[in-house]
């Protein structure tokens, strides 16, 4: 489905969000750079256009720069800064897990399970979820209406994709048609390593080994083309009951993390490369022609 006008500011809207908290996070680093933290800066368009396709009955299971993601699927700016700044009354953990490591059993909101901050660890206990989903769907254990099927959605990072316990997760998804998308935001990052020095292959070639999981290749950065393509993606998985990789390429705009800053490991021509693919950029100019 094309994004209408309303989605289109909806979308506008939430990446400001998402851009003002990541540049108040920086100027303010005299109090936020005590707790680790990741941003979604360069990653919003794909994390909002994914999260605009979920509904209540799905599990999501987002990775540490998500919060674009997260703010899209309807947590505040105060939900997320309550965990940034570990206070007692951060409704996800208590203050015990670092920025955007949710959890979450929301009646009206996708269900996030708790996980673990090792990175790339989600992607079990997700395609182990999906593996729950079909195991009541076949039990006849459950039924549901056309459309409106619970999907499992797996975000994680291109460094996290080399894993070992990755391949194991998608061998079984592919083998076994889960009903699960992963969402792979790759940035050509993997903390400071780039691409060239930790793999061989991107996503799609890497997933080629995986018979029977679909895959896609996308600009990350372009909202329109994310939104329709994810929402035909998830509409796929909703309604075939089989798994799916979209990879999404990104621009990396903020630091690794809080604690791991881009100068330190990043040449400039790099970072002003990046800079021109700013998805708020772009979207900003596609709602003013
Ligand atoms: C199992 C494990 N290995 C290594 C690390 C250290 N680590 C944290 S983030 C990260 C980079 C992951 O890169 P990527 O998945 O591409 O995500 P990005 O930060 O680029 O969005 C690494 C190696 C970790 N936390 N857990
Ligand atoms: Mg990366």
Same mark, same amino acid.
């Given at each position: 489905m094309k994004a209408s006008k309303e989605t289109l500011l909806q979308a506008y809207r939430l990446m400001c969000t998402a851009k003002?908290?990541?540049? &108040? #996070?920086?100027?303010?680093?005299?109090?936020?750079?005590? #707790?680790?933290?990741?941003?979604?800066?360069g990653h919003e368009a794909i994390q909002l256009a994914t999260a605009l396709q979920l509904k209540p009955q799905d599990f999501a299971f987002p990775y540490y720069r998500d919060d674009a993601m997260l703010l899209g699927m309807g947590f505040s700016p105060y939900d997320l800064m309550l965990q940034l700044m570990a206070k007692g009354t951060d409704y996800f953990s208590g203050g015990r897990t670092y920025y955007s490591h949710p959890s979450s059993n929301r009646?009206?909101?996708?269900?996030?399970?708790?996980?673990?901050?090792?990175?790339? +660890?989600?992607?079990?206990?997700?395609t182990g979820t999906a593996q729950g989903l079909q195991y009541k769907e076949q039990q006849k254990l459950v039924q549901y209406k056309r459309g409106e099927e619970p999907v499992v959605l797996c975000s994680l990072g291109d460094g996290a994709l080399t894993e070992g316990e990755?391949?194991?997760? &998608?061998? +079984?998804?592919?083998?076994?048609?889960?009903?699960?998308?992963?969402?792979?935001?790759?940035?050509?990052?993997?903390?400071?390593?780039?691409?060239?020095?930790?793999?061989?292959?991107?996503?799609?070639?890497?997933a080629k080994g995986f018979k029977g999981l679909k895959v896609e290749s996308i600009d990350g950065t372009d909202f329109a083309e994310c939104y329709e393509t994810m929402s035909r993606v998830v509409n796929y998985v909703r309604t075939h009951r089989s798994p799916y990789l979209v990879h999404a390429k990104v621009p990396l705009l903020n630091h690794h993390t809080s604690g791991v800053r881009k100068e330190w490991y990043r040449p400039k021509e790099n970072l002003e490369r990046d800079q021109l693919r700013d998805p708020y950029t772009k979207l900003n100019k596609q709602l003013l022609v």
């Open positions: 003002t908290l990541s540049e &108040l #996070y920086e100027a303010r680093k005299d109090i936020c750079a005590k #707790y680790v933290h990741a941003t979604s800066r009646p009206d909101l996708p269900k996030i399970p708790h996980q673990s901050s090792a990175t790339g +660890m989600q992607t079990i206990p997700a990755i391949s194991e997760a &998608l061998q +079984m998804a592919a083998l076994h048609n889960y009903p699960i998308i992963y969402l792979v935001q790759d940035n050509e990052w993997d903390i400071s390593a780039h691409a060239s020095e930790v793999r061989n292959q991107d996503a799609p070639d890497y």
